[in-house]
């Protein structure tokens, strides 16, 4: 059974940075592509970025162009986001998601990520 665990959620002031971690166990990371998505208060759960199985594709959504990089590293089954320049809306429950319909790129529909996280809060606040 996949389990996916994310970590490294905190609170932290803007212009900050974090990087969180989504640790999979019970199955090999290699197969998969893993997006991350987040949801905050009162609105709907959007896409953040996702990563193809070998690292070579990524994909970000154009609010955190240039600010989160996403990475992998399949030797320790994780995958990471870093995040950096810290804004007040990127308060928001962070998840990672795994999908294996997936090949040589990703794409951040939710509707194909079958296997998900239970997130981790971020919050940016002064």
């Known amino acids: 059974q996949l389990h996916l665990v994310e970590s490294g959620g905190g609170l932290l002031q803007p212009g900050g940075s974090l990087r969180l971690s989504c640790a999979a166990s019970?199955?090999?990371?290699?197969?998969?592509?893993i997006g991350w998505f987040r949801q905050a208060p009162g609105k709907e759960r959007e896409g953040v970025s996702c990563?193809?199985?070998?690292?070579?594709?990524?994909n970000y959504a154009d609010s955190v162009k240039g600010r989160f990089t996403i990475s992998r590293d399949n030797a320790k089954n994780t995958v990471y986001l870093q995040m950096n320049s810290l804004k007040p809306e990127d308060t928001a429950v962070y998840y990672c998601a795994a999908t294996s319909v997936l090949f040589g790129q990703c794409v951040l529909q939710q509707k194909l990520f079958s296997s998900w996280g239970q997130g981790t809060q971020v919050t940016v606040s002064s």
């Open positions: 019970g199955f090999t990371l290699d197969y998969y592509v």
């Open positions: 990563i193809s199985r070998s690292g070579g594709s990524t």
